[in-house]
């Protein structure tokens, strides 16, 4: 069987949002504390808290690029509330599926997505519960699954 479906393979060839936004009104950047690869993305987020637009650049592995199309389309037309409650595992799951050894893959993704909105909150002052307690510093652990990458090589 192969490692990665149709659609992970279809986001990675001709991944959707690419790019910054040069005005944004929410920039964040994370690099995973499993590989040391790193995402931005940037915000357009309208008066009614509304995502009008997300784009993506990383310096990461074709899951990355996967993971982040695949998670900018999903919050482009949601609200901030509903951008925040999106998961990894949602992001997985849209994908139709990873290899366990990439799952923090689209952690990173999910990471930075909170990062921006938290950029966002910092610079209008708005609060939000999901982000009570969020540090966009924060190392997070692949919280999906252990992976020791001296196997992968
Ligand atoms: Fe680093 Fe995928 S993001 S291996």
């Known amino acids: ?16 949002n690419v790019g910054e936004i040069p005005d ?6 994370y690099g995973s504390p499993v590989c040391g690869d790193m995402m931005l993305i940037t ?9 009008t637009d997300a784009k993506f650049k990383t310096y ?14 999903m919050i482009i037309g949601k ?15 849209e994908l139709g599926g990873l290899p366990a050894i990439k799952i923090h893959c689209s952690v990173l993704a999910e990471h930075a997505i909170k990062s921006a ?12 519960k999901a982000l009570e307690g969020f540090d966009p510093d924060r190392e997070e652990d692949d919280h ?10």
């Not at 069987?1 to 959707?16: G, I, S, T």
């Not at 990461?60 to 389309?73: E, H, I, K, L, N």
Request: charged share 25%; glycine share 6%; with cysteine.
């Open 1 to 16: 069987m192969a490692l990665y479906n149709d659609k992970v393979m279809d986001h990675f060839f001709n991944p959707h």
């Open 43 to 51: 915000l357009k987020i309208d008066e009614n808290e509304k995502i």
């Open 117 to 128: 909105i938290y950029d966002y909150a910092q610079k209008t002052g708005k609060t939000y």
């Open 24 to 29: 944004a009104d929410g920039a964040g950047t």
């Open 144 to 153: 999906s699954c252990q992976v020791d990458l001296t196997e992968e090589s």
């Open 79 to 93: 609200s901030v509330e509903e951008a925040l409650t999106i998961t990894n595992q949602q992001i997985i799951d």
């Open 60 to 73: 990461g592995c074709g899951t990355a690029v996967a993971s982040s199309s695949m998670a900018t389309d």
